[in-house]
């Protein structure tokens, strides 16, 4: 089991821009494809982004451009760089473990972390 911790969050402006980390133990994260997640009140969990073990990146059509998925091996820790943030991105983000099936369904990841919420005024 790998057990995350989600970073970076809070409240900033339309335009802005915000790093989240994702801090892993437990487990090398260089070993899986760690993914990205929100989830924005009363809807379902969405991908947004992941990062495989080699390197590949995989983003949502609604941030891709704006988001870039980034890791340190040395640090065991995932980033995702979000900039030109629109208020649609408010949601609690959260990071996982993908343990099999397609990268772009929450149901194929584990070890989700508290999540950090993100907010972004108009």
């Known amino acids: 089991q790998m057990q995350l911790v989600e970073s970076g969050g809070g409240l900033v402006q339309a335009g802005g821009s915000l790093r989240l980390s994702c801090a892993a133990s437990g487990r090398t994260i260089s070993d899986y494809l760690m993914g990205w997640f929100r989830q924005a009140p009363g809807k379902e969990r969405e991908f947004v982004g992941a990062?495989?073990?080699?390197?590949?990146?995989y983003y949502s059509d609604s941030v891709k451009g704006r988001f870039t998925i980034s890791r340190d091996n040395a640090k065991n820790t995932v980033y995702l760089q979000m900039n030109l943030l629109k208020p649609e991105d408010t949601a609690v983000y959260y990071c996982?473990?993908?343990?099999?099936?397609?990268?772009?369904?929450?149901?194929?990841?584990?070890?989700w972390g508290q999540g950090t919420q993100v907010t972004v005024s108009a």
């Open positions: 990062i495989n073990w080699n390197g590949n990146t």
């Open positions: 996982a473990r993908r343990v099999g099936g397609s990268v772009y369904v929450a149901d194929s990841f584990a070890d």
